[in-house]
């Protein structure tokens, strides 16, 4: 069975502009949560989504946003891009999101601003 | 915020040999879970221990989990080179059950040498 698609893998953007990224789970999972992935950060959580609602957010700026569609895909939006939102941005679904279930991770997009 | 501190940092040991890495972390969880990172792609699930048990074997791995010292560790026996990754801890944590997201460790890196 076709594991989490992140498209595109690579993406390099000037500061300022926006960018998209976008996330296809696992079929049949309708959680889908999004993370970013830093050397001095590490691991951080963004957002999470169930069937089109955003169930919790991060300590991310609003600049940061997200989406869930009605085939579970997902979609996360980085506005006004600052050097600092350079990183590896993860997607991971889940049949549920709630306790009892490992999640399954995308390869992830890495994101370059220039 | 991180919420499990993994320890060591680093760790390099020779094939055949067992690995250890050990999770600290703050919190009340739901459940405590282990992945694995190949150089900068996405995270793979190794293992979920939930709150109310102690110790939880899957092939190789064997994971423990002491929730009265807010730790778990990880056990890889009879190591291979394939191995050789970044290693995290997160735990799912929330009041009355899960707030649908994971809480990473910074991780640590396992070196096997063949």
């Known amino acids: 069975k076709a594991g989490v698609t992140q498209t595109p893998r690579y993406l390099i953007k000037t500061r300022g502009q926006q960018v998209t990224l976008s996330c296809s789970p696992i079929?049949?999972?309708?959680?889908v949560s999004w993370y970013q992935q830093t050397p001095g950060q590490g691991l951080q959580f963004l957002f999470e989504?169930?069937?089109?609602?955003?169930?919790n957010k991060g300590n991310f700026p609003g600049r940061f946003s997200g989406r869930q569609f009605s085939n579970s895909r997902s979609e996360m939006n980085v506005s006004t891009l600052e050097l600092g939102d350079s990183a590896l941005y993860l997607c991971?679904?889940?049949?549920?999101?709630?306790?009892?279930?490992?999640?399954?991770f995308g390869s992830g997009t890495r994101l370059t601003v220039v | 915020s991180q919420q499990g501190e993994e320890d060591p940092q680093a760790l390099s040991i020779q094939e055949g040999e067992n690995a250890t890495m050990n999770c600290s972390y703050k919190?009340?969880?739901?459940?405590l879970q282990w992945y694995r990172q190949n150089s900068g792609r996405g995270l793979v699930h190794l293992i979920l221990?939930?709150?109310?048990?102690r110790e939880k074997h899957s092939g190789r791995l064997r994971v423990t989990l002491d929730t009265s010292k807010k730790s778990s560790s990880l056990l890889i026996t009879a190591s291979r080179a394939a191995d050789t990754a970044s290693y995290f801890c997160?735990?799912?944590?929330?009041?009355?059950?899960?707030?649908?997201?994971?809480?990473f460790g910074k991780g640590t890196l396992l070196t096997v040498n063949p």
């Open positions: 989504y169930f069937s089109e609602t955003q169930r």
């Open positions: 991971a679904s889940s049949p549920q999101g709630f306790m009892g279930y490992g999640y399954t």
């Open positions: 997160a735990t799912d944590a929330g009041s009355g059950g899960s707030n649908y997201k994971l809480t």
């Open positions: 221990i939930r709150s109310n048990e």
């Open positions: 919190t009340s969880i739901n459940n």
């Open positions: 079929s049949g999972h309708r959680s």
